[in-house]
């Protein structure tokens, strides 16, 4: 049976083109998904008129934008009929299986909170990242959703992102490590030390502390952190990437001999970045939501959106969800999360 | 006058010889500089008999070492006759004007709590971290002393982090960005949004809080964060950049046509590499200490050693302290610091 994905068409830097160019790759990839594209209906059909007929893609007109600078909590209050709070409502009324959206991250969390809720037992949802390493994909988690955390709320994430890994990926028992400054255990801010017991003492195949060095190598396959941390070290990544390139294409075209050479060579640089593209990893999952929701780059290519489509019909394919509340249940610390009902409440908690 | 600077020559992982090379470069570049140099006699001489003579090197023997995995406190409590105690105490004593070293950067920060103690007003010392980006040099402070902070703390690593990038880059009003996950002054975790209205408020040229992305920009002079998000930055960013070049150097070799190319622009490459090698910077200062210290990275080479010592001269000459304590009494915020005089106590404080 085909899984069906819900798309938030309004809420991308490169516009809907580029979106519903997402969508249309998706199911040319795969024939059992089904693709409901939710915004401004006559720029979608537009926006459609210039690809192939597909059957299964729908349209939900929606007449709101949630814009990138405005408040999460008061957008989806305000704006009732935005692509982002139509796409939740109709997810919980079980129209479709996953939200897709590349808009407002704040809002897409508040969204996801206030329609769907929490899974039992988890404290805080928070976002998993994918990042490419020099062996294979990476997952950070939380990159943004929450910015002060407690013990509890990391060991979650590493449930979560395990479980995620597990179902992405094929693999029983991901390694898990914590972002640290240092090896031993008691190295890190008061935080890091007290999760550190928490993973220790979990069923979860615990690797200990890691550093910022070791995210590249590809020796770890869940990196633990708060969202202030991880939405830091995405940002630098991406940050720091960029300068390189930029850097060596400035020395690069210094020179006449370098010029030629970078011509050479350029198919190898190509294939460097395709093998770092963010677009090829399609969207970081909100977990820990009763639903499943993914956040893509606000900068999204049809690329990214089309992955990004496929990575949500695969985690319900595969019951990811099922994987946290099984992995929260086996393990010996399972809280029941009711200790933080608080559903954000604070605007700055939301990046 | 000559300043007086004093090298660590044993924590080193290149080794002693590696060390003394980088005291005689010092020497070789300018005449307005005395070092000392502490460490095993007999191999200081047998590493000194290899390079030309000079006059302006001293040694001070020691027979202990400070291992990088020792306990920083444990470590200066007992290891009486290691370089970094002895080095602090002589400083103290008015042996010399500064202490270089690329040992146990704990043990370095805790030896010079001890014997030197905190500058007047500074609530915490911490370690200033010199960055490439696109147009010039970045420091970001606190990269690594303290991990749980307040927004007092972050408040003097912004006024320490500007006096050090005035008097080394004749920059009267460097641009002070504060760390955070987006742009408004909203965001953030609880303890960035508390510092954005200190260093608002303060005499500094603050422009905001930066993100990630803005560090390798070039469009700000000093970053503010805590030492844990400083030191996981600085570890990522090493980490990933040396896996970009991994990863394109794997791309490369994998056709002729690449490999010649990249023989052609090499030179580039090269001078790519050069331009955002830490050790054309030379190591980090401590700064907040009642005296000057420079923890260089424990793998630095003769030629990251050498300008370690001339930062150190130059921060000597220029009277960094006084500029510290200049901007703190100018500042409307002046804190006595006296809140926090625990000095230390948590090992787990230090990265």
Redesign the interface.
Known sequence: MAVHVALDAMGSDRGLGEMVSGAILALQESDSIEITILGDKDQILAALSRHPKFENIHIIPTTQVIAMEDSPFEAIRRKKDSSIVVAFEKLKQGKFDAVVSPGNSGAVLAAGLKYLGRLKGISRPGIAGLYP??KGPVVMMDV?AN??CRPQHLYHFGIMASAFFSVMFDKALPRVGL????EEG?????L??KTHHLLKDSSLHFIGNV???????GDVDVIVC????G??????????????F???K???S??F?????????????A??RK??DYAEYGGAPLLGLNGTGIICHGRSNALAIKNGLLVAAELIRKNVNDHIRHLLEVSQQTGDGSEEVRPLSQ??EI?
Do not use: H, W
Request: aromatic share 8%.
């Open positions: 390493t020099m943004g910015v002060d972002l640290s400054i240092g008691g190295k890190g801010n008061s890091v030390r550093e910022g060095r070791d995210t590249f190598q708060d969202g202030f941390v939405n830091v070290c995405l940002k630098l990544s991406e940050g720091l990437a960029e300068a390189i930029s850097m060596l400035d020395e690069i210094k020179t001999k370098a010029k030629m050479g970078y011509l050479l060579a350029r198919d190898a640089f294939q460097f093998r770092v605007p700055g990046a």
